[in-house]
């Protein structure tokens, strides 16, 4: 806001927009104030906010910018109170008490409910597929105590513990939650997710979150893709037992990932070419996957299709190569210290625990094979001192020695480079050919991007809140923001195949971008603002627009969002 010109009687009145009227046209069509409004209701007459209001401020903070909570008021007072859901004033109201305790108040609502009808709006408004949906988790790491944070239950609903457990973000020395999150193979879009334990194991999640994907969808018919903590008995059994179809990696520690490597030295599988893709560098061959029917299903029955792609191939070869050299290379520093005077092994067997540490450290004990020489060091001294003669008795002294003598297994290592850039899938859909089983689990990475959505641009980590119910509710904001910008990205997306748009302007210099985020996509609006000039007496003279630009307007038009949220 600009202050009164001196002497004059008008008054400029600045507010931004930024890319808030395109994260509110996309609220808009989910229905979002409806339904928050609905579950979350203004029931208290002495409530200066209302909850849904508060709510709606966090959503689109987390979608544009994400502050803190304390930092919510201040984030909001320069934008036009319109597209934040606002009204005049009402900007100072959002301080950290009262945006937290809209939290509880989301936390108390049938959130579950709340979720699946906007969940279910989304899939019938912007026609997503749900046929194939993938699931994963990550570790959401606090900092801090959390003494309250101890699984308890608020209002008959149980609240995540937050506790030590495997930390995805290699920081054990910090607690965390577990988020679980499941997206469509249609443009990697959100579609359920769950806050655990934060010491809550991967493989005992998998049950529960297919059986609320089936709740909420009404269908069992849908492929169900996950990494290798899917692939357990139980698990699978209760998919298939309920005409489920799921595909998963058959883990490494598996007997028919052991049985499969040994057939494979002296059989040669029926290869089956199922994807190529060109190399990073116009030098680079291309990269390619071969699909092949294991010669045997797994233990539980289901179906195994092995899968050999040309770079992993390349990259398997390498890193034992690697691990040869760095084996080889700790062996001979081994025999340095055994040949110093100084060295403390002084047993056969001290040695060859110590050359078996090395090499089980690096990984390479499979391939290289070590025997220790020992020998005697004998040593003559004068029994006396004085200068030798004829009659100088002299005492001898023997220590042992010892020394490593290594040699390659060439053998194990031509075992070993015969299975080389393979791996299993496990499924148990007889339908599908292995290069629909492939093409399904490599959608898995786009699931993966959606975390790092929510730690790198959502920034969910550190939190800022040490209530766990007020925690999960604004975990529950950070998956409505994720929605949003899933959508945006999705529907960007097809509108520039659809009109054979390749690329757009959207990174620094005009540089080309073929797959917009919805970062970048929103960040080129930044700096729109709308402009107000008034009077003395505070009345409305006239309203300056923003001015687009033609990509601004392009993109809004690819949105199918009316220039006008900016102009009109």
Not at 154 to 170: L, S
């Amino acid at each position: 806001m600009s202050p009164p010109a001196p002497g004059g009687p008008y008054r400029l009145v600045t507010r931004q927009l930024g890319a808030l009227p395109v994260i509110d046209w996309f609220c808009a069509r989910l229905g979002l104030g409806a339904l928050l409004e609905a579950f979350v209701p203004h029931d208290d007459a002495r409530l200066k906010l209302a909850p849904a209001t508060a709510i709606g401020v966090v959503v689109r903070n987390l979608a544009l910018a994400r502050e803190p909570v304390y930092a919510l008021g201040r984030w909001a007072e320069p934008f036009d109170p319109v597209p934040l859901g606002l009204a005049d004033g009402q900007a100072g109201l959002l301080n950290d008490d009262r945006v937290g305790r809209m939290l509880a108040r989301l936390f108390d609502a049938d959130r579950a409910s709340l979720l699946t009808r906007l969940v279910l709006d989304a899939v019938a408004r912007f026609s997503i597929d749900c046929s194939q949906l993938h699931n994963d988790s990550t570790s959401v790491t606090v900092t801090g105590r959390y003494p309250g944070a101890d699984g308890r239950v608020r209002g008959g609903k149980p609240t995540a513990a937050i506790t030590f457990g495997h930390n995805k973000d290699h920081r054990p020395d910090l607690k965390q939650l577990v988020w679980i999150l499941t997206v469509t193979a249609d443009g990697a879009v959100p579609l359920a997710h769950r806050v655990v334990d934060g010491n809550t194991s991967d493989d005992v999640t998998h049950v529960d979150t297919w059986d609320q994907l089936v709740a909420l969808l009404g269908r069992t018919d849908f492929l169900y893709v996950a990494d290798c903590k899917l692939a357990t008995r139980d698990t699978m059994d209760h998919i298939h037992r309920n005409r489920g179809r799921f595909v998963s990696v058959l883990p490494a520690s598996r007997k028919e990932d052991k049985a499969f490597r040994h057939w494979v030295v002296d059989h040669e599988p029926n290869w089956v070419q199922a994807a190529r893709r060109r190399g990073a560098r116009l030098d680079d061959p291309d990269d390619v996957w071969q699909v092949a029917e294991a010669p045997w299903c797994s233990a539980e029955g289901y179906r195994v299709v092995w899968v050999r792609s040309s770079a992993k191939t390349a990259y398997d070869a390498q890193a034992r190569a690697d691990r040869i050299a760095r084996g080889s290379a700790a062996l001979d520093e081994l025999n340095q210290r055994l040949a110093s005077p100084k060295t403390r092994m002084k047993t056969t067997v001290t040695v060859e625990q110590a050359a078996a540490a090395a090499l089980e450290r690096i990984g390479a004990a499979r391939w290289i094979t070590v025997s220790v020489e020992e020998h005697l060091d004998q040593r003559f001294r004068q029994d006396k001192r004085g200068r030798p003669g004829a009659d100088t008795r002299y005492r001898k002294t023997s220590r042992p020695r010892h020394r490593l003598t290594y040699t390659l297994d060439d053998t194990q290592v031509a075992r070993d480079a015969a299975s080389d850039g393979c791996y299993p899938l496990i499924s148990n859909d007889p339908g599908m050919t292995g290069a629909e089983l492939l093409a399904a689990y490599k959608y898995q990475p786009n699931l993966e991007k959606r975390h790092a959505q929510l730690k790198g641009t959502h920034l969910v980590a550190p939190m800022f809140l040490h209530d766990p119910a007020r925690i999960e509710a604004l975990l529950c904001c950070h998956f409505i923001a994720m929605l949003i910008h899933a959508l945006i990205e999705r529907h960007i997306r097809q509108a520039m195949k659809t009109k054979g748009i390749k690329q757009l302007s959207l990174y620094p210099e005009d540089r080309a971008c073929a797959a917009p985020t919805a970062a970048r996509v929103l960040d080129i609006f930044t700096g729109l603002a709308r402009h107000h000039l008034t009077d003395q007496h505070g009345q409305l003279v006239q309203i300056f627009q923003p001015e687009l630009t033609e990509l601004q307007a392009l993109v809004l038009d690819l949105l199918e969002i009316p220039r006008s949220v900016y102009t009109g």
